[in-house]
T-cell receptor, first 111, second 113 residues
Framework: NAGVTQTPKFRVLKTGQSMTLLCAQD?????MYWYRQDPGMGLRLIHYSVGEGTTAKGEVPDGYNVSRLKKQNFLLGLESAAPSQTSVYFCASSYSIYEQYFGPGTRLTVT | RKEVEQDPGPFNVPEGATVAFNCTYS??????FFWYRQDCRKEPKLLMS???SGNEDGRFTAQLNRASQYISLLIRDSKLSDSATYLC??????????????FGKGTKLSVKP
């Protein structure tokens, strides 16, 4: 039982490049979330999903897209990376609508 | 008032000390409350839920005061391994906010020998 996994763990992008972050969970959770964490800002919700095939915007969705084609996977895409997207990205999932379980994070640097 | 507000610390305490963290939240409609722990360069992990009647888990006690919109976490007999950042978390109440949690910026605790 791996819980929530994220790939890659680290990535460096140049401005304008694109990439996809993958989140997978093996707990059969309905809800999945993408957050970013920046120094002094705390965790901020980017997008979330309440079930397979559904997605919704969080607090800071601009510049990101998501897809939930399979219940166990939640993908976060950056179409044209900007230095302001340098951050640590965490994926989380939950069975109920409250307690969330986090993946180990992806450290992204955009130069 | 910010949605979830915590004293950022840092709290520097000796081993064996008792330390308390406080948190306030702005939305009186919030129904679920948690404390998460985050170690340096790691993901947040659920420490404990906070119930209206207060709850205890070993050396940790959480309290909720709905009237004052205030949550607390008490750690007794601090251990070196308690050093971490403690995040106060509240559910985002209201329509269209399914499952959304609001995370405080965290209070950093450093326990010294």
């Amino acid at each position: 039982n791996a819980g929530v996994t994220q790939t890659p763990k680290f990535r460096v992008l140049k401005t304008g490049q694109s990439m996809t972050l993958l989140c997978a969970q093996d707990m059969n959770h309905e809800y999945m979330y993408w957050y970013r964490q920046d120094p002094g800002m705390g965790l901020r919700l980017i997008h979330y999903s309440v079930g397979e095939g559904t997605t919704a915007k969080g607090e800071v969705p601009d510049g990101y897209n998501v897809s939930r084609l399979k219940k166990q996977n939640f993908l976060l895409g950056l179409e044209s990376a900007a230095p302001s997207q340098t951050s640590v990205y965490f994926c989380a999932s939950s069975y109920s609508i409250y307690e969330q379980y986090f993946g180990p994070g992806t450290r992204l640097t955009v130069t | 008032r910010k949605e979830v507000e915590q004293d950022p610390g840092p709290f520097n305490v000796p081993e064996g000390a008792t330390v308390a963290f406080n948190c306030t939240y702005s939305n009186s409609a919030s129904q679920s409350f948690f404390w998460y722990r985050q170690d340096c360069r790691k993901e947040p992990k659920l420490l404990m839920s906070v119930y209206s009647s207060g709850n205890e888990d070993g050396r940790f006690t959480a309290q909720l005061n709905r009237a004052s919109q205030y949550i607390s976490l008490l750690i007794r007999d601090s251990k070196l391994s308690d050093s971490a950042t403690y995040l106060c978390v509240v559910n985002r109440a209201g329509r269209g906010s399914q499952g959304n949690l609001i995370f405080g910026k965290g209070t950093k605790l450093s326990v010294k020998p």
